[in-house]
């Protein structure tokens, strides 16, 4: 058997994933009786597929032969590359289809590694088979791909089931609709569109309703009557269903009944392959030490991935050069220093501090206090109200010690506490007082988070 046949019985034997996203530069080197020589491309190439696969390859390899063998796995040197250059437009040219979804979110353009693998085959079951498993939440940090998921969700319904009646949907247009609704003395028409006309509801962004007390009403109800009528929710959002402050408890239990899974960071191999898929998104050839160094210097979301690539694109355009590794370094490198100063303010003490002065603002303003007031040795009501509020939040949103706290506000050690104790209690009295007090320090530490971009 020649080395080109055994090549290509082995690609017959592993799938069809596999082999396309690591080992069509895969070589057969040598042949002996006892031993395999496979060549691949790069070394970050050669070492995932020596560590991810290379007992897989060696055992097919054998049972091609007949015969017991090992492999060993080298990089081969390139010796001619295609240019990378567009070929054609930025974006490719696809079939106008007329829906609100993103085409390019497809099933078929998500990259599947360990860290988004449940969340993936829980979207596509749930594609399938509507109403197994409902709802489906599915959180992650920003720019891990579950707008992405949701839109692949919706192209693959209207591909496959298309008398579906499919509705994608932000929390923050769910409660602007609703608002337009309540001014219009419309929302029999808002409760119509969202509860009667929809087979399929997918909720983005859901954490947007935190402290938004009407709108989450309006959202357990409508949860509820499609819920019970077997049509399929997906809901999306930055953090866990118990971490979703000042949401009533009873709509955190409706998010908790179906299945909750996760999108964590990817790792680099799954980060290279991502890099990959995206760039054939947009027409462009990444060659795979671009693709391997991109994945190695650009942070953990992957829309700075993207915008990385397009900056490379563009930047090859204007310069007409080549985008191998060299440039890639360049451009890359400026993309970091000119964002330097971003990132320091950013890092995370930075960020803990700018938090943490944001509640005792929005705590002043909440009770119409000066900031200063709050830092006296005063002892009226509504000043002892407010450090009693500050303490609270520290110790429920941010989880901070109490001699943390104490040190912040300039108190003892068991006024804190007694101050924590106070709130907590006011609350499991049904304070509405209280309560309505901390919803709208929450709204506008929201408002705020959401204008500083942290």
């Not at 290379?54 to 017991?68: A, E, M, R, W």
């Not at 206090?369 to 429920?396: G, M």
Request: proline share 2%; charged share 30%; glycine share 4%.
């Amino acid at each position: 058997m020649d080395k080109d046949e055994l090549l290509e019985k082995l690609r017959a034997n592993l799938s069809r994933d596999t082999w396309n996203n690591w080992l069509t530069s895969a070589e057969i080197l040598e042949i002996n009786d006892k031993k395999i020589i496979m060549g691949l491309r790069n070394i970050f190439i050669k070492e995932t597929v020596e560590k991810r696969f290379g007992t897989i390859i060696q055992d097919t390899l054998s049972n091609i032969l007949g015969k017991k063998v090992s492999v060993e796995f080298r990089e081969i040197p390139i010796t001619r590359e295609s240019k990378n250059s567009v070929t054609g437009p930025i974006i490719k040219n696809r079939p106008l289809k007329l829906s609100e979804f993103n085409p390019e979110f497809t099933f078929e353009s998500f990259v599947v590694g360990e860290s988004n693998r449940m969340a993936y085959y829980s979207a596509l079951e749930v594609s399938k088979n509507p109403g197994k498993f409902n709802p489906l939440f599915i959180y992650g940090d920003v720019g891990l791909g579950k707008t992405h998921l949701l839109h692949a969700i919706a192209n693959y319904v209207l591909d496959h089931s298309p008398d579906m009646k499919i509705k994608y949907v932000t929390a923050e247009d769910f409660m602007n609709e609703m608002m337009d609704g309540i001014r219009s003395s419309g929302m029999d028409k808002f409760r119509e569109k969202f509860r009667k006309n929809v087979d399929f509801l997918l909720i983005d962004d859901v954490q947007f309703l935190i402290g938004k007390n009407t709108v989450q009403t309006e959202l357990f109800h409508t949860f509820n009557t499609l819920f019970n009528s077997q049509k399929q929710i997906v809901i999306c959002s930055d953090r866990t269903p118990e971490d979703l402050s000042t949401f009533h408890p009873r709509l955190i239990s409706r998010f908790e009944m179906g299945l909750v899974t996760d999108i964590q960071a990817p790792d680099k191999a799954t980060k290279y392959l991502i890099a990959k898929k995206m760039a054939e998104m947009i027409s462009f050839q990444l060659n795979d030490d671009v693709a391997y160094y991109l994945a190695e210097h650009i942070d953990q979301n992957l829309r700075r991935l993207r915008g990385a690539i397009m900056n490379l694109v563009l930047q090859s355009q204007i310069s007409g050069k080549e985008v191998d590794l060299d440039f890639a370094k360049k451009t890359v490198d400026s993309m970091i220093k000119m964002n330097a100063n971003k990132m320091k303010f950013h890092s995370k003490e930075v960020i803990d501090s700018i938090k943490e002065d944001s509640v005792i603002n929005a705590v002043a303003l909440e009770l119409n206090l000066d900031r200063k007031e709050i830092f006296s040795n005063s002892r009226k009501k509504d000043i002892a109200l407010a450090r009693q509020l500050i303490a609270y939040i520290f110790k429920t949103n941010f989880k901070m010690k109490t001699k943390d706290i104490a040190e912040k506000l300039d108190k003892n050690h068991s006024t804190i506490i007694h101050s924590i104790k106070k709130i907590e209690q006011s609350l499991l009295m049904g304070n509405e007082v209280i309560k309505e007090s901390l919803n709208n320090i929450y709204i506008k530490l929201e408002e705020e988070k959401v204008s500083m971009n942290i």
